[in-house]
């Protein structure tokens, strides 16, 4: 899976690519490796096709982010409409 997303700061936005998403979390790719920012002011991700999701960063490594949702109850119903639109459910 490699979708777009925008990742959205209180002061700016930057681009990444979706690598995975579940019901908990997802990763990203950052399509500029050596941006800097506090884990702490990323507020959300928008992927394209999927909507704008509130997030949490748990890990960083490299240009690869692990993001966990703030709220599982918010994002299932969202993430209910991806899966049933490309026909593949996590595990």
């Not at 990323?42 to 909507?51: H, K």
């Amino acid at each position: 899976m490699k979708i777009p997303c925008t990742l959205n700061f209180p002061s700016f936005c930057s681009r990444g690519i979706t690598l995975n998403i579940s019901y908990s979390g997802m990763g990203v790719e950052l399509v500029e490796e050596s941006l800097q920012f506090n884990r702490r002011d990323l507020q959300s991700v928008t992927v394209e096709g999927v909507g704008t999701l509130e997030v949490h960063v748990i890990w960083r490594q490299g240009s690869r982010i692990g993001l966990k949702f703030v709220s599982k109850r918010i994002a299932r119903p969202i993430l209910d409409a991806f899966f049933t639109k490309i026909g593949d459910f996590p595990f």
